[in-house]
């Protein structure tokens, strides 16, 4: 397959499509195709300051991999990820890009940063500071309450945050809503493989209260 680099850092879509390999729980590699709720949190990237209230197992952290990593390969974006599950993330990453092709941009990794020539995919702990991080795109893969500090601590010409709502988290979620970030929220009926059936019975196990915060978004 020729590679369209100019096509390909215009079309998203196509990027993964096309160029996107994942390993399976087999060691099979399999070609990764975005889900209806990840093209419609995409999307949301357009904005600035965006906060997307996400659905558990709405393939966020999976998105964030992809995106990270085509903004940054191909548009020259320097770019810090805030997990509470760095290592995950950092391998998520690693193994996608590990099977790109030879005349994609070159790359090298250093502990949990990859550089490209003219800019990095930096990934940082949620419990880390903040203090001198310069990037262009700051991601916040789910927060925690300190989340106001760590802002006050950095500067980034675009803010993405992608969490779930849970009882440690819902006054920061309403904080940030008050600081004028455009709020989003993807719940779990936007997810094609979820039906009535999977309601009910994930009500049955976790609770009312729990479901609605973390599957229908709402700050309860």
């Not at 020729?2 to 399999?30: M, P, Q, W």
């Not at 889900?35 to 997307?52: A, G, H, R």
Request: proline fraction near 2%.
């Amino acid at each position: 397959m020729t590679t369209n680099i100019n096509l390909i850092k215009n079309d998203f879509e196509h990027f993964v499509n096309n160029y996107c390999i994942k390993r399976e729980y087999s060691g099979d590699a399999a070609r990764i195709n975005l889900t209806n709720i990840q093209k419609e949190i995409f999307k949301s990237f357009q904005n600035k300051n965006v906060l997307n209230v996400c659905s558990r197992m709405s393939g966020k952290t999976h998105l964030i991999s992809l995106f990270s990593i085509w903004k940054s390969m191909f548009s020259n974006e320097n770019i810090t990820i805030i997990s509470q599950n760095p290592k995950q993330l950092f391998q998520n990453i690693k193994e996608i890009i590990e099977f790109f092709p030879e005349n994609f941009p070159k790359f090298y990794i250093n502990k949990f940063e990859i550089k490209f020539q003219n800019s990095s995919i930096k990934i940082l702990n949620s419990y880390d500071k903040l203090y001198g991080i310069n990037s262009d795109i700051l991601i916040f893969d789910e927060i925690k309450d300190s989340i106001e500090n760590q802002l006050n601590q950095t500067f980034a010409k675009n803010i993405f945050i992608l969490t779930s709502i849970s009882e440690s988290n819902k006054n920061s979620i309403q904080n940030l809503i008050n600081r004028n970030f455009q709020i989003n929220k993807y719940p779990w009926n936007l997810i094609e493989t979820k039906d009535e059936n999977w309601e009910n019975y994930m009500i049955q196990n976790v609770g009312i209260k729990y479901f609605k915060q973390q599957f229908e978004c709402e700050i309860i």
